[in-house]
């Protein structure tokens, strides 16, 4: 079967509040939209970390997974599960095969995780991964300097300017706020 992928997350943190907005589209061989409201975007960990993963659905779903076992295991300690997921994503030879990338948030930080071991927390408290993710940044990143609004309202703003230009971003977008 055909890798499934394409999706745009883009999270923003504002005022004490972190939003992460995922849209909900899984597109198959690059021309075939699968799925339209595909959830991307969800909290774990008794709802105290929300995790937004881009790439290959079946992958992000192994990596979420193992990140919440990490979680459970460092009592929710969200860089030290992180540190740990990027260091055995990178090491093992199974896990150095998933195309994947997480952005995932507790109440203080945000943080993006990569399959090259990469665990970094922007320095603007902006980022976003995913077929669109240049396109939310920019624009979360032009909102954060020119408006008012709420992380919530940023996050999904940005998605929506995103969706108007990515191909493989669709406006059925999921915010989770925490």
Same mark, same amino acid.
């Given at each position: ?5 394409? +999706?745009? &997350?883009?999270?923003?943190?504002? #005022? ?10 899984? +597109?198959?061989?690059?021309?075939? $939209? ?5 959830? =991307?975007?969800?909290? $774990? ?7 937004? *993963? ?8 192994? /990596?979420?997974?193992?990140?919440? %076992?990490? /979680?459970? @295991? ?12 990027? !260091?055995?994503?990178?090491?093992? @030879?199974?896990?150095?095969?998933? %195309?994947?990338?997480? $952005? ?5 930080? $945000? /943080? ?5 071991? %990469? ?11 995913? !077929?669109?993710?240049? *396109? ?9 300097? #020119? +408006?008012?609004? !709420?992380?919530?309202? &940023?996050?999904?703003?940005? /998605? =929506?300017?995103?969706?108007? &230009?990515?191909? *493989? +971003?669709?406006? #059925?977008? &999921?915010? %989770?706020?925490?």
């Amino acid at each position: 079967m055909e890798q499934m992928r394409g +999706t745009t &997350i883009c999270a923003v943190q504002r #005022n004490g509040k972190i939003a992460i907005a995922g849209d909900g589209q899984v +597109t198959m061989s690059n021309s075939i $939209i699968f799925k339209s409201n595909a959830r =991307k975007v969800r909290r $774990i960990y008794g709802d105290k970390v929300v995790v937004g *993963f881009a790439g290959g659905v079946s992958d992000a779903f192994a /990596l979420c997974e193992r990140f919440e %076992e990490l /979680l459970n @295991k460092f009592s929710g300690n969200l860089m030290r599960s992180a540190v740990e997921l990027a !260091s055995f994503w990178r090491g093992d @030879k199974v896990m150095r095969q998933l %195309e994947a990338m997480m $952005i995932v948030a507790d109440k203080e930080q $945000i /943080l993006v995780l990569s399959g090259t071991g %990469e665990v970094i927390e922007p320095q603007d408290g902006i980022c976003a991964i995913g !077929s669109g993710g240049n *396109f939310a940044f920019a624009a979360a990143k032009a909102l954060v300097e #020119n +408006t008012k609004l !709420s992380a919530k309202e &940023i996050a999904l703003k940005s /998605l =929506k300017i995103a969706s108007q &230009i990515c191909i *493989f +971003t669709n406006e #059925n977008i &999921i915010v %989770e706020e925490i």
